[in-house]
């Protein structure tokens, strides 16, 4: 990615803590699935309102537990989650979740709007079906997105990039106030990506929060406001330029990563050969 | 023409026919959407036969075959739900397991009767010009309720077949309706059973909506015109087998399938079939 291209966080961090600014509060969370070691261990963070925070670890850290747990879908074995300072049971249509692109079955005969449309679900209307609102709320958050014209077409004709669109499109709709994001950046171009990132900037400037799951460290660096290593417990938290140190990002992926800090958009893991003739390698 | 048309309906059999095939196509149409864009044909053809085993059963114990169906078919899909939430085997091994022993529990009871063979062809195969008001009746009944609860719950119905991760975060009853979609196929096979038969339900259930599906792009439509060619074909293969005289629901079958090459010959040719969807990039 080209320098001048890259986005700058330009938001002033939030220093205060009390709820009128925390989107998302993780209170000592243990949770995983029953009769096996929990997936997270006595988690902690923080999403303030309006910014983006990015989510790094291995496979296996416990993001989808983490995810799981924000959204309500899991008990926690021990500790809370909050949302805007209540139960995230309770505020269910403040938090909307999307999917890794590829658990959605594109193939499904549906319109760009119908998928828009399913955000807006709040409960059983038999009969009913979407209304005005619902359809209106759908088409605002389609033109927000960029696809207005694709309103009609069956979403599975859409490009990689679009669909992202769509899925989000779907979160702005439900008029959620707190975004979690499922690896949204894998499997696009720089280009679709830095899109893609601008309009995450552009979501979080109107006072929307967003917490990505994502392998993609240069994405965070570039254009995330904190950073948070998770590898069942939080290895470290932050901004991304002092998260994303090698030493961090070793001890989170328990493997040696290089880390360009000056550039902060190239981070790369290391090879076996790095492994072996890096001066600074850290045992495993 | 006109005669050659009206000439069968001139017998109340026929006519009792023609009604329960327009029920029936009603119901595969509206369910058939949901079995062929959620891959679960298996499913279908798996209720299917293992009907079989309710209806030998409610022979031998002199009770409604269509209640004894109703009742297999239920098990059959709560089973197959079950299997699939916790089964260390593959869904499809332990469904394939599932109906083929209700499948032989069926035949080895029915082969307990002197008359076998031919009543056990009359379910296997369907036997439409043997099916009395009280069938008709049922299969209506149970059409209505099946087209009640699709009518009433659409968006649930939606939402789980398309995204089940999300509908979860959005309140859904994920996990209920995913069983209720397996109620409705087993409910729509007895719909179908007395007229199609178990064994071409499946063909009824997926031939329609596919064909609807190969020139439309959204659910509702690809129900309604798949319903609507379910009954063009019943209606063909009934008049067929009437002057040909051969078996009605292969002969429908026959139609559906030869409807279904001609519609993808048309839009193959003319490029009007959905491009293969980009994977990745803008």
Same mark, same amino acid.
């Given at each position: ?27 000592? %969370?243990?949770? /995983? ?16 309102? &309006? ?8 496979? &296996? ?11 309500? %879908?899991?008990?926690? *074995? ?6 805007? /300072? ?6 269910? *249509? ?60 069956? *979403? ?22 707190? %975004? ?57 938290? /932050? ?9 961090? %990002? ?35 | 023409?006109?005669?050659?048309? #009206? ?23 509206? $369910? ?32 409604? $075959? ?29 469904? &394939?397991? $599932? ?33 009395? /008001? ?58 179908? #059973? ?63 399938? *030869? ?5 993808? &010959? $048309? ?16």
């Amino acid at each position: 990615m080209a320098l001048e291209s890259r986005h700058v966080p330009d938001r002033a961090p939030l220093a205060e803590h009390h709820h009128a600014d925390t989107a998302l509060e993780v209170r000592h %969370l243990t949770a /995983g699935h029953p009769g096996m070691p929990p997936a997270i261990d006595d988690v902690s963070l923080r999403v303030p309102v &309006g910014e983006i925070v990015g989510l790094i670890g291995p496979n &296996g850290a416990g993001k989808s537990t983490l995810f799981k747990a924000s959204l309500g %879908l899991i008990h926690p *074995a021990r500790g809370e989650v909050l949302a805007f /300072g209540r139960p995230v049971r309770d505020s269910r *249509a403040e938090i909307a979740y999307m999917p890794q692109v590829e658990e959605v079955d594109w193939e499904f005969p549906v319109s760009v709007l119908d998928v828009v449309m399913m955000g807006r679900y709040q409960g059983p209307r038999p009969f009913l079906g979407w209304s005005r609102a619902d359809r209106a709320a759908a088409l605002a958050a389609l033109g927000r997105v960029g696809l207005a014209p694709y309103a009609g077409r069956q *979403a599975g004709q859409l490009s990689g990039g679009q669909r992202r669109r769509i899925l989000i499109a779907r979160s702005i709709a439900r008029g959620a106030r707190l %975004l979690l994001l499922d690896e949204p950046f894998a499997g696009l171009d720089a280009a679709v990506q830095h899109d893609l990132l601008a309009l995450m900037d552009d979501l979080a400037s109107e006072g929307r929060s967003i917490l990505i799951a994502t392998h993609d460290l240069s994405c965070v660096a570039n254009s995330c406001d904190q950073a948070i290593c998770l590898n069942r417990r939080v290895v470290a938290a /932050g901004q991304p330029k002092n998260v994303l140190t090698e030493a961090i %990002l070793t001890a989170t992926f328990e493997r040696h990563l290089l880390a360009i800090p000056q550039a902060m958009d190239i981070v790369r893991i290391a090879d076996d050969e790095h492994l072996e003739t890096h001066e600074q390698q850290v045992p495993r | 023409m006109i005669d050659w048309l #009206l000439e069968p309906y001139q017998y109340e059999f026929m006519r009792r026919a023609l009604l329960v095939l327009l029920v029936t196509s009603v119901v595969m149409g509206v $369910v058939g959407g949901f079995v062929v864009h959620k891959g679960l044909a298996f499913s279908g053809d798996a209720l299917a036969h293992a009907t079989l085993a309710g209806v030998a059963v409610a022979f031998v114990a002199g009770a409604s $075959v269509g209640l004894g169906a109703l009742v297999a078919a239920v098990l059959t899909a709560l089973g197959i739900g079950w299997t699939r939430d916790r089964a260390r085997v593959s869904a499809d091994t332990a469904i &394939g397991i $599932v109906f083929v022993a209700m499948f032989s529990l069926g035949i080895v009871i029915l082969s307990r009767r002197t008359s076998y063979t031919p009543d056990l062809m009359s379910f296997v195969f369907g036997n439409i010009l043997g099916v009395s /008001g009280a069938d008709v009746a049922g299969s209506a009944a149970l059409a209505v309720v099946v087209l009640l609860f699709v009518g009433a719950f659409y968006r649930e119905l939606l939402l789980v077949a398309y995204d089940p991760a999300t509908a979860a975060t959005t309140g859904v009853p994920a996990k209920l309706f995913q069983y209720a979609t397996l109620l409705m196929v087993a409910v729509a096979v007895v719909v179908a #059973l007395k007229a199609i038969g178990i064994v071409l339900i499946n063909a009824m259930l997926l031939i329609p909506v596919s064909t609807a599906a190969l020139f439309l792009r959204r659910l509702p439509s690809i129900m309604a015109v798949g319903a609507l060619i379910a009954f063009a074909c019943a209606a063909a293969g009934l008049h067929l087998s009437y002057y040909a005289g051969v078996a009605t629901s292969p002969a429908i079958v026959l139609v559906a399938c *030869a409807v279904l090459l001609a519609v993808l &010959g $048309v839009t193959s040719r003319r490029g009007v079939r959905l491009p293969a969807p980009a994977k990745a990039g803008a």
